[in-house]
């Protein structure tokens, strides 16, 4: 099970840090992406991360921007965004893919969180 949190309304500029929690470690030897869908617009991707913490992707929209960890003492895989833009306002989700390593294709993973709001404002 994943669940994500750190979700909020800010200005831009500002900076939020998401987390993406897996308590039963449903992800522990698995990638691990970020994805995001804004209102009337499909889910995109945004960042992925390997089981061992290699294996990083960045979207180019937030390339710069944003930095993708994982604690695997914690369970958790966190999504620092800084510099947020009024275009970054969506959902949030994050989830767990089916091999060691993530991809940009949402297909690829197979279990989701239920997703956070963030909402930039100018």
């Known amino acids: 099970q994943l669940v994500e949190s750190g979700g909020g309304l800010v200005q831009a500029g500002d900076s939020l840090r998401l987390s993406c929690a897996d308590s039963r470690r449903t992800a522990s030897n698995n990638g691990v992406g970020w994805f995001r869908q804004a209102p009337g617009k499909e889910r995109e991707f945004v960042a992925t991360i390997g089981w061992s913490g290699g294996g990083i992707i960045y979207a180019d929209s937030v390339k710069g921007r944003f930095t993708i960890s994982r604690d695997r003492n914690k369970n958790t895989v966190n999504l620092q965004m800084n510099s947020l833009k009024t275009e970054d306002t969506a959902v949030y989700y994050c989830?767990?893919?089916?091999?060691?390593?993530?991809?940009?294709?949402?297909?690829?993973?197979?279990?989701w969180g239920q997703g956070t709001q963030v909402t930039v404002s100018s």
């Open positions: 989830a767990a893919a089916r091999s060691a390593y993530g991809s940009r294709d949402s297909r690829d993973y197979r279990y």
